[in-house]
T-cell receptor, first 117, second 120 residues
Framework: AQKVTQAQTEISVVEKEDVTLDCVYETRDTTYYLFWYKQPPSGELVFLIRRNSFDEQNEISGRYSWNFQKSTSSFNFTITASQVVDSAVYFCALSPPVDTGRRALTFGSGTRLQVQP | GAVVSQHPSRVICKSGTSVKIECRSLDFQATTMFWYRQFPKQSLMLMATSNEGSKATYEQGVEKDKFLINHASLTLSTLTVTSAHPEDSSFYIC????????????????FGPGTRLTVL
């Protein structure tokens, strides 16, 4: 069975602060995919990143960065110099390996980020 | 990038009526579509997996007779909530898996914008 844990239910920061959203996962698969999505109040999921389990290289995209550590089964997401527009619910998700017929995502419970001006 | 649409985006209905939600992949073929449900301030939970031309696979606890899924083509899947009740009020989101095998096409999933169902 797969499981994704986002222990932080809600985080509130002041604009320009850095913030890290934690994600810990469990899977018996040796290969898998990890994702982060942003869900603004409109409800539509915004894809942020997909990471293959065999690629542990950290990634940076503008103010966003991701730290994937297989040894601790974590895939944390950091927003640098947060902005009010970053306010949303962020979901970490996990999917089975490519060779399975089912590719549904298992989502964490989400972290609500509020960035105060 | 690939686009998935859902229709309607919002629906309000009376208890006991049936509601159909459409999920379309606009510019790619989707062999598999997934239906998720999200209650307020909760995470997305998979309801069922819909494969083109075959019966849907439902997750444990999801009533297949209540949530009818039809995947008649590679670009369209429909979810019908039959005899809807207030407890069915939720945000329903579909995702479509892009058909692999074509050169340059990676196997990935795209989410629709969601349908907010309110049952009075």
């Amino acid at each position: 069975a797969q499981k994704v844990t986002q222990a932080q239910t809600e985080i509130s920061v002041v604009e320009k602060e850095d913030v890290t959203l934690d994600c810990v996962y469990e899977t018996r698969d040796t290969t898998y995919y990890l994702f982060w999505y942003k869900q603004p109040p409109s409800g539509e999921l915004v894809f942020l990143i997909r990471r293959n389990s065999f690629d542990e290289q950290n990634e940076i995209s503008g103010r966003y960065s991701w730290n994937f550590q297989k040894s601790t089964s974590s895939f944390n997401f950091t927003i640098t110099a947060s902005q009010v527009v970053d306010s949303a619910v962020y979901f970490c998700a996990l999917s089975p390996p490519v060779d399975t017929g089912r590719r549904a995502l298992t989502f964490g419970s989400g972290t609500r980020l509020q960035v105060q001006p | 990038g690939a686009v998935v649409s859902q229709h309607p985006s919002r629906v309000i209905c009376k208890s006991g009526t049936s509601v159909k939600i459409e999920c379309r992949s606009l510019d790619f073929q989707a062999t598999t579509m997934f239906w998720y449900r999200q209650f307020p301030k909760q995470s997305l939970m998979l309801m069922a997996t819909s494969n083109e031309g075959s019966k849907a696979t439902y997750e444990q606890g999801v009533e297949k007779d209540k949530f009818l899924i039809n995947h008649a083509s590679l670009t369209l899947s429909t979810l019908t909530v039959t005899s809807a009740h207030p407890e069915d009020s939720s945000f329903y989101i579909c995702s479509a898996r892009q058909y692999p095998g074509l050169a340059g096409i990676t196997d990935t999933q795209y989410f629709g914008p969601g349908t907010r169902l309110t049952v009075l």
